[in-house]
C-alpha cells in the first residue's frame, strides 16, 4: 500500500462524515418531514421493489456497563426485567409497518444490533425473530445477522440464533491489550472470543466478523500489531478495522480518558496502515472503507460484482431499497426519504401506547439529493463516480476535485471520478466534494469525528 505523506495527513485530517447516508442526519430537513409522507414513501418504494425484500435492523440498546469509546444509542441496566418490555414494543412497532404496507411482507434481511442484542436471554430472542417473521415470507438466500459480545454470548445464544436462520455473526473485540480494555471499560478475553468462534463454528455459522478499532486511548502500534496478530490466529472471515470517532461533544461518556492518550493525525494513520498491511497479507480483501473479507466470503463477491452496498449498519452485501429501523433511535431508509426512531426509551413506549408510529425526525429527498446520494454511494462502495450528464453541481463538483486531483488522490477521467490508491485512505474526504449541504455549511467542525 502506497502511504500518504505527513502534509496529506495534516491537510485531510479534518471533521468528516462516514457516509453511511447522505444527506447526514445533522442536515436531514426535519421541518418539513412528517411521518404519513414517510410511510407514504416507504409504501410506494416497497411496491416497486417488493422482489428485493425488506431489510431489518432491530436496535436492542441495553448494556450491563458503559464501553467508553462507544458511540451507539445504548441504556445502562442490569435489569433484565427490560427485555421481555421492550420486546412487546418492537414487535407492536412492527405491526404498524405491516400495517401500513398493507400486502405481502418478504423479509431478505435482518441484523440485531445495539446496545448488546446478547444482553436480551436467548429465549426471548427467539419470540422476537419469530414474531418478526410471523406472516411473513423469507426471501431465499436470506442474510440473518447480529452483535455478540464475547464475554456474555453463551452456546444456546448461538444454538437459538442459527434454528432461526441466523448465519453470520459479529463480535465485538476493539482490542486485546488489558491497559486499553481498561480505559474503553471493554473487557473480554482472547479466550472469550475463541470460544465463541469455536461453538460458532461447531453449530455451522458461516461467516464471523471481528470489530477491531484503531486511535483508541494508550493504542501503539505494538499493542495494535499484538491484536491482529490474536485474531488473524482465530481466521474471522471477516474484519472491520474502524477508526474511532472521539466525540465527546456528542457522547459525554468518552472521559474516562483524555485526548492527550489519543494517537492522532500521522500517529493514527500509521496504526491503520499497520493493520491493512497485516490483513490484507493474510488474504483478507480490502472491500471499503474499514472493510475486509476472506475471498470466498459474500461481502467480498458483492465487491466484485458490484453489489456492494453502504447504509446505516455499514457495508452489506446487498441492496434492499427498503430498510425498516426497528427500537429506539433506530433509522429507516426507503431510498427516497429517512426517518429516525425517538431515542428514549420512555418516549418510545409512549408514542407506541398512543398508536404513533415512534418517528421523531427524517428526510424527504429532492432529485438533486438522489444523484449526489448515488455520488457517495459508488465513491464508498466503488471506488468510482460516473458523473452524471447534465446534472447542475457537476462543474461544481469537479472544481472542488481539482485540489484532491493534485494532491494524487483522486483521478478524473472523461466524466468519471476514481480514487487512488493513495486517495482510499481519505474516501471521506472525497466524499465531501459531492456533498453539496456540507459544503454550504459553516458547522461541520462540531457535527462530526475526524477523518483520519
Partial sequence: MKQPNNSLIAKYNVA???????????FWENTIFNPEEWLSRLKATYSKSKNDGISLYVHLPFCESLCTYCGCNTRITKNHGVE?????YILREWEMYKAAIDGE???????????????????????????????????????FSFEAHPANTTKEHLRTLYSLGFRRLSLGIQDFDPHVQYLINRRQTVEDVQRVMDEAREIGYTSINFDLIYGLPLQTQTTVRDTIERSLRMSPDRISFYSYAHVPWIKPGQR???????????????????????????????VGMDHFAKPKDELFKAALSGNLHRNFMGYADRYTPVLIGLGVSSISDAWSSFAQNVKKVEDYYKLLDEGRLPVIKGHLLHEEDKVLRRYILDMMCRGKVELKTGFSLNDVIVGRLRPLERDGLVEYVDGDVIATEVGKSFLRNICMVFDQRLQLSKEQEQLFSQAI
Fill in 16 to 26: 468528516a462524515p462516514r457516509y453511511t447516508s447522505y444527506p447526514t442526519v445533522p
Fill in 84 to 88: 421481555t418490555p421492550y420486546i412487546n
Fill in 105 to 143: 411482507i418478504v423479509i431478505s434481511e435482518i441484523h440485531l444490533g445495539g446496545g448488546t442484542p446478547t444482553f436480551f436471554e436467548p429465549t426471548n430472542l427467539q419470540r422476537l425473530i419469530l414474531g418478526l417473521l410471523d406472516g411473513a415470507v423469507v426471501k431465499e438466500g436470506a442474510s
Fill in 256 to 286: 474516562r480518558f483524555t485526548e492527550h492518550d489519543l494517537p492522532v493525525g500521522e500517529e493514527k494513520l500509521a496504526l491503520y496502515i499497520l493493520g491493512k498491511q497485516m490483513i490484507e497479507e493474510q488474504g483478507y480483501k480490502d
